[in-house]
């Protein structure tokens, strides 16, 4: 909760010196407050539901839980590099750099989110399948994505925080996000080990199994919001220092 | 113990683990930057203070 304090700086005074004391001054936005408080309760909601009112799955048993934790982590890992295109895109039209802040949240975040989601996937397909990994449409597209994040921080790290830097990292990224609709459209253009989408056709899933994944995905993607303020300001407390000192040299 | 258990003890607990070393990491990046800003801020009332005299 200590992450969630604001500098009350606005980026535009920064030029100078004189704001430097401001920058260390904190204050608890409520708006991150409040999303905290909804975030715990979503994610203890969540996790009751998927032990304890979510039925066992007949064949599959008590693994085929992990679903509930395994398809929010797919989802925010995809969201999130489709939030740093955007980014992007709006960095190159725009030039404002608290675009490109966002663009590096959401990499990092987004990065924590896609190996979580091959972990559990890992896992899930070692119990049905028997195998940690195959080399199936949906699970290497997302490895490719993995992949291309990893490549994002690594160039966004060589470069340092300059334009240059930003222009390469959003070119990147509007270029990768073509991955996105690959992974998402995988299980329906090849034959894929992978289950296809069963959220939305009817009859199915069984509607708690339903209600229990909305659950879940809701409270992980608050919990992403959360973690993206925390990153947004890391990233622009961390670009604000590096100018004042560049200042003061 | 119910039959592929521990395949899913051990995704709650990656899942977990992982979100809450991220959040560290995050703190202690945050952490740090702070201490840098605050090495910043005596510099600067150092150079005002040169300024004055």
């Known amino acids: ?249 | 113990m119910p039959q592929g258990f521990p395949y899913l003890a051990a995704a709650y607990i990656v899942v977990w683990l992982g979100l809450l070393l991220y959040l560290g990491f995050l703190a202690l990046r945050m952490r740090a930057v702070r201490t840098e800003l605050a090495a910043v801020e005596e510099l600067v009332r150092e150079q005002q203070r040169g300024e004055k005299d």
């Open chain 1, 1 to 249: 909760m200590a992450l969630a304090n604001k500098e009350t700086s606005a980026a535009g005074d920064l030029e100078g010196t004189r704001s430097a004391p401001q920058l260390t001054g904190s204050r608890l936005p409520l708006v991150s407050l409040i999303l905290c408080a909804l975030t715990v309760v979503g994610i203890a909601l969540a996790l009751w539901m998927a032990f304890f009112y979510a039925p066992t799955d007949a064949i599959e048993g008590q693994p085929q839980r992990i679903f509930y934790v395994h398809v929010p982590m797919a989802w925010l890992g995809m969201l999130s590099f489709v939030v740093m295109a955007l980014a992007g895109i709006l960095y190159l039209r725009r030039r404002d750099e608290r675009w490109d802040w966002v663009a590096r949240a959401a990499a990092e975040t987004g990065t924590v989110f896609i190996t979580l989601a091959l972990i559990t996937g890992s896992l899930w397909g070692r119990t049905t399948w028997g195998t940690w990994w195959t080399w199936d449409a949906r699970l290497t597209t997302t490895l490719i994505l993995w992949f291309v994040y990893v490549g994002y921080l690594m160039l966004r790290s060589y470069m340092g925080r300059t334009p240059a830097s930003a222009r390469a990292g959003a070119v990147m990224s509007i270029i990768c996000v073509i991955d996105v609709p690959i992974i998402y459209e995988s299980v329906n253009w090849w034959r894929t080990l992978h289950p296809t989408a069963e959220v939305g056709t009817p009859g199915a899933l069984p509607f708690s199994v339903v209600l229990t994944l909305l659950v879940s995905l809701t409270a992980f993607t608050l919990l992403y919001a959360v973690l993206m303020i925390q990153a947004y300001q890391l990233q622009r407390t961390q670009t604000l220092a590096q100018r004042l000192r560049a200042d003061l040299e």
